[in-house]
């Protein structure tokens, strides 16, 4: 393939526009709120679609509906979506969107209800938000894997440079700016995160060991090459070393969603307790006894000598 410069556009992004932004290229927007609510609003049109087909009389199967469900809805949520910078509540929301699309095709209605893991486990999936940290992952192992002339692995060594590129004058030697604040949700940023999930060792030792260099973080070019190291390696099986990484933030990421839903659960649990069986209230003490005053005098006839004394 080869790229037309005249038909090449320049789109220049500023931070106190980001919630503006409307750019599309090859199918995404740039701006991730907007692409959420095109992702939501297409696997919608596509569920009412066949609507008929997750009719309860249907002679469908329900294990044949929930194969059509994943290769005819379910790609619509996921399309390049692994691309996109998304934050853990957009990401919810997608979770959300896909098991109201499970209920949908397992029949449940409302005043019927199915748990989160209920409707999981019913239909054999899990959280669409596991499948796009696999997806993407193996999706940065494309990246590092092609040639270091490729425009996705030269945006890499741009943004983890130090310093800007030297091709103008004007930038030559010039660091970065750097913006106070907490940073905006971006993919270095989630992809660093997401290499955390896995403990220190486990980090260290799929990246190569101790005595090889392997890193815990994924912040400068020089982990990023490291990674290339790792993606590029076929001393073993095809890839294996890059697939046990993948796997293996898979499975963290599998684990953290459990540990979450666990955690919503005895919040929901603990709050309907105490609403319907509020903990008896305490004698209020008087404020004297709750916080004592103490002041320090002097003694005097030793002016030199101090004692503590309590007022109340």
Same mark, same amino acid.
């Given at each position: #393939?080869? #790229?037309?410069?005249?038909?090449?556009?320049?789109?220049?992004?500023?931070?106190?526009?980001?919630?503006? @932004?409307? /750019?599309?290229? $090859?199918?995404?927007? $740039?701006?991730?709120?907007?692409?959420?609510?095109?992702?939501?609003?297409?696997?919608?049109?596509?569920?009412?679609?066949?609507?008929? !087909?997750?009719?309860?009389?249907?002679?469908?199967?329900?294990? %044949?509906?929930?194969?059509?469900?994943?290769?005819? @809805?379910?790609?619509?949520?996921?399309?390049?979506?692994?691309?996109?910078?998304? %934050?853990?509540?957009?990401?919810?929301?997608?979770?959300?969107? +896909?098991?109201?699309?499970?209920?949908?095709?397992?029949?449940?209605?409302?005043?019927?209800?199915?748990?989160?893991?209920? %409707?999981?486990?019913?239909?054999? %999936?899990?959280?669409?938000? *596991?499948?796009?940290?696999?997806?993407?992952?193996?999706?940065?192992?494309?990246?590092?894997?092609?040639?270091?002339?490729?425009?996705?692995?030269?945006? #890499?060594? *741009?943004?983890?440079?130090?310093?800007?590129?030297?091709?103008?004058?004007?930038?030559?030697? =010039? =660091?970065?700016?750097?913006? +106070?604040?907490?940073?905006?949700?971006?993919?270095?940023? /989630? !992809?660093?995160?997401?290499?955390?999930?896995?403990?220190?060792?486990?980090?260290?030792?799929?990246?190569?060991? $101790?005595?090889?260099?392997?890193? &815990?973080? /994924?912040?400068?070019?020089?982990?990023?090459?490291?990674?290339?190291? /790792?993606?590029?390696?076929?001393?073993?099986?095809?890839?294996?070393?890059?697939?046990?990484? @993948? =796997?293996?933030?898979?499975?963290?990421?599998?684990?953290?969603?459990?540990?979450?839903?666990?955690?919503?659960?005895?919040?929901?649990?603990?709050?309907?307790?105490?609403?319907?069986?509020?903990?008896?209230?305490?004698?209020? +003490?008087?404020? +004297?006894?709750?916080?004592?005053?103490?002041?320090?005098?002097?003694?005097?006839?030793?002016?030199?000598?101090? &004692?503590?004394?309590?007022?109340?």
């Amino acid at each position: #393939m080869k #790229m037309n410069p005249g038909k090449t556009k320049f789109n220049k992004l500023e931070r106190k526009e980001r919630r503006e @932004v409307n /750019i599309a290229q $090859v199918g995404s927007n $740039v701006n991730s709120a907007r692409e959420l609510k095109v992702r939501i609003a297409n696997g919608l049109g596509a569920l009412l679609g066949l609507t008929k !087909i997750w009719l309860k009389g249907n002679p469908i199967s329900q294990k %044949t509906k929930i194969r059509l469900y994943m290769i005819t @809805v379910l790609p619509h949520l996921l399309y390049n979506i692994h691309a996109t910078a998304l %934050t853990g509540a957009e990401l919810e929301k997608l979770n959300t969107a +896909q098991r109201r699309h499970l209920r949908k095709v397992l029949g449940i209605y409302w005043p019927n209800r199915l748990s989160v893991r209920a %409707t999981y486990r019913a239909s054999g %999936t899990r959280a669409v938000s *596991i499948d796009i940290i696999k997806r993407r992952w193996q999706f940065i192992g494309h990246i590092l894997r092609n040639s270091d002339q490729a425009p996705a692995y030269k945006a #890499m060594e *741009i943004y983890y440079a130090d310093r800007l590129p030297e091709d103008e004058e004007s930038n030559r030697a =010039k =660091k970065r700016n750097q913006h +106070q604040g907490r940073p905006f949700a971006n993919l270095p940023q /989630i !992809i660093n995160e997401e290499f955390k999930m896995l403990p220190r060792t486990t980090r260290i030792e799929l990246t190569g060991g $101790v005595a090889a260099g392997g890193i &815990s973080e /994924i912040t400068t070019i020089g982990h990023i090459r490291k990674l290339r190291g /790792i993606a590029s390696d076929n001393t073993e099986a095809h890839g294996a070393k890059w697939k046990k990484l @993948v =796997k293996a933030i898979e499975d963290a990421a599998e684990r953290e969603w459990h540990a979450k839903e666990r955690r919503r659960l005895r919040a929901k649990r603990n709050k309907l307790r105490d609403r319907f069986d509020p903990p008896e209230q305490e004698e209020e +003490q008087p404020e +004297q006894e709750l916080y004592p005053i103490f002041v320090k005098t002097t003694n005097r006839a030793n002016p030199n000598a101090r &004692s503590g004394g309590r007022v109340r």
